[in-house]
Structure formats: C-alpha cells, structure tokens
C-alpha cells in the first residue's frame, strides 16, 4: 500500500513540517521504498519532484524538507510498488494538462483487471493502474465539459466517474486544478482542518513538534488529507468508503 | 533574449559541468533572471525542475549543480521574459503527454502577432508565445501521427511544421520525447560533439575546467547544443539560419 498527502489552504502555506513526517514512512517507519513525488501548485503552474528513490533517502525530499515551497494545493505520495516496475514514469504523482489547466493526480491502492478504453486524448507512460485511472478521469472530464466548469459542477461529475474506477479494487485517490483538492476514499483516507486558533501538533512518525499559532495569521485555514494520522494530538477525521471530499480554501465544502 | 541548453547522449550523462556555466548566465554574467527550468529524461519519465526566480540564486539550481542526475535528453532554458509575466505557469521547458510519451520544449526567441488555431487537445496553461507554438506543435503531430512514428518520421513531419512558426518571428527551439532531441535554430544555436579522444574544456562564464577523459569511457558520445558556446577550448558549430539537426545517441543524424 502507498501513501497519500493532500493540503489545500486559503493562503500560500509550506508542508515541510507534514512533509517532514511523511517522507518518514518512504523507507524508514513504514515500507514504502520504491519512490515518491509532491507536486505543488503555484498560480496555474505547478512544480512537480519525483524520484524513483526512497523519499527517506533522496536529496530531493531533503531539498523540499528545507526549502519552504509556499503554496494553496500540494500532493505527495510515497509508492510501494505493486503494479508497474520501480521507474520514474510509474512515481506518483501524475500531471496532465486539460483546458488550459494544470493536473495533478495519485493513487493509493490496486484496480484489478483494469483496462479502461483510452480512446481519448490521454495515454499512459508508465505501467501502472493508477495512470491508466487518471487518463480515464481526464478523456471523461474533458468529455463532460468544453471548458473548465466551477468547481461543484466538476465535483458532480467526478461523483458520477469515481465509482467507475472503484469497483475495480481499492481507490484511493486526490486530484486537484489548483482551485481546489478532491479526495475520494475507497478504504482508508483521513484529514484535519488547522484553523484559529492554533494548537501545537507532534508528527507520529519523527520526534518533532510545531506550534502552528507561531508560523500563522489568524486568518490561515489550511486542509491535510492523508492515508493515515500524520499527528498526534489533533483531530483527525476518517473518510467513510466511497466518501468524495472537495477542500476548497482550506475547508472541506458541505455536499 | 532567453538562453537554451540542450543535450543528448549515448550513455546516461550527467550535465552538472555545462549546468554550472548556464546556470551564471541566470542573473551573473548576463541578464536572464526571470526564471529557469531543466527536464531531464529517464526512460520514459521526465523529471522537470522549474523555478520563477533567478537561476544564479534558486536553492533548486543549487541542488542540480550538486547533485549529477544522470540523464541521456536533457533540456534547459533561462528566461528573460518579454512576452508573459513572471510566473511558474511561463517558465520553460514545457512538458506535455502525447501516444504516451512524454514531450518536452523550449523556445528562444519572439513571435509576433502569433495566435495559432488551437483547436485540438493541447491548450496553453500560461501567457506565452513559446507554449502556444508548443501547443501547436503537438497538436500538428498528434494529426500528422496516428502513434509514434520512428525518429525519421517525426523529423520529416517537423521539417515541414517549424517555417510555419518560425515565419512569425525568432524560432530558436529545442524538442525532446527521450528518444531524440531535436535543435531548431532561426537566428542563434550552435552544438558540440564530445568524443573518444575526450580533451579538457573551460568554462566560458565560470572558473571551472573538466578533462573530460577523466569522467567518460571511450564509448561516450555527448552532444550539447547551447544559444552561445559555454566552453572555450572547444569547436562549437554553429547552426545555419533556418536549420533543423536532430541528435541521437549524442551526434546529429545526417539529413
């Protein structure tokens, strides 16, 4: 099983400190060796690492622990490998561009026997289920709608499309435009809302803490979606199964 | 003005020494600083690195001169923005997915009064000229192709497609898929063979020389192509107004 970080805020907000937890489990507390990758929004661009090497080990995790890369829509995950060789094509995330926006998507969980038809625009590069997922989203997306929708219109379809790609196996999954972060769980998915006023966290997997009252404005929502509780001492929130979530400005929107 | 860097190798190469003499033209020894990026092929995968800040100050360039990323299509760009503003969105290269390969591009130069008919899959995220022909271009050969035709085929269809573009105005560009690189050059671009026997070069921007003989095993072919030679002690070969060379395994094919 991979892992998954999501974080949508309302302001330009760093990860490093969810971030810092996180790369832990690529390698060190958990099992989850065979590469990883974040990508983060900024404006309609997005800055998008992968590395088919452990993100406990790699210097470009150790880059992103220390340089602050402020931004509203960030998505990691780590891979374990089960579908598709340990190669740079096969790390999640994916990015794809559809109407003139930037797409960022990854996976945690194995579709069996699944072969959508790809007639569209979107081919996979790499081997894994989860591309062949995403291409299938994106060639239904862009043929539910000319142009880029609002977002609750975009939240309807991917309603419809999710249990498509569910009922193949476990689907786990984020997406986001960078307007807004939509998290689907199939089986395991959990997020907190960190809002005035702040508390100080302590990361389950490294002997650190924050104090998020000291790196905040009162002002500052910000959204973490993850596989499991990357903290303790905060209220995390399980997704029920097959529960799809859109985080927009920091706070899941009600259905 | 902005400044291309491109190479293509016959063995995975890293291109820490040519990045280290680009990288100064970022915001030192000459004024490009409104930003840079480099893709760096892996198989299939493309690892991309972009930053809207100088490259002579980015922590992310820092870290590619620091850490070699051994790669056999590379391609790099430093910006000096006329046309779109300073942002992630308009920093090249731009990458794209077509027949499930990934595609990479960088542009030097302007095109006036360019609005090509983009009525097909690739539309552009940000503000510049260079994504729109990058768009168009891929949207050509997405027509012209069914799949993936061999090198020859697609240079044949380029051949075709680049005065198309370049009549607009100052079409200096580089285009790889990881298989080839291909090096257009309507006003400035030159290239280099590094071979068996492999001498020393010295850095034109930089206080730094290599023996290259210390670093290669006789079989190595490297071809760097670059807006202005980045080495003296070298032959750089400059491109003739116009001209079209595509690279394999480090040496242009003959036309």
Known sequence: MCQLLG???????????SFAG??????????????????????????????????????????????PIKSRNVISHIRKATV??????NCHPFMRELWGRTWVF??????????PRLH????PVGGTDSEQAFCWLMQELAKAHAQVPPVDELTRTLRELLPRVSR??????????????????????????RQHPFATARLADE??????AEHTTPDDRVAVVATTPLTVGEQWTPFAPGELKVFVDGAPLSA
């Open 7 to 17: 974080m949508n805020c309302n302001t330009p907000t760093d990860v490093t400190f």
């Open 22 to 67: 996180f790369a832990q489990r690529g390698g060190r507390t958990d099992h989850h060796a065979d590469g990883w990758g974040i990508a983060f929004f900024e404006g309609r661009g997005a800055r998008l690492f992968i590395d088919p090497s452990a993100a406990a080990d790699s210097p470009v995790a150790e880059l992103i622990r220390r340089y």
């Open 168 to 193: 193949h196996g476990t689907f786990n999954m984020l997406l986001s435009n960078g307007e807004a972060l939509w998290a689907h769980a199939s089986t395991k998915l959990c997020y907190v809302v």
């Open 207 to 212: 002997e650190l803490s924050v104090n998020f």
């Open 84 to 89: 598709g060789a340990v190669l740079l094509e």
């Open 120 to 123: 569209g625009q979107f081919r």
């Open 106 to 115: 990854a996976h945690n969980g194995d579709l069996k026997d699944y072969a």
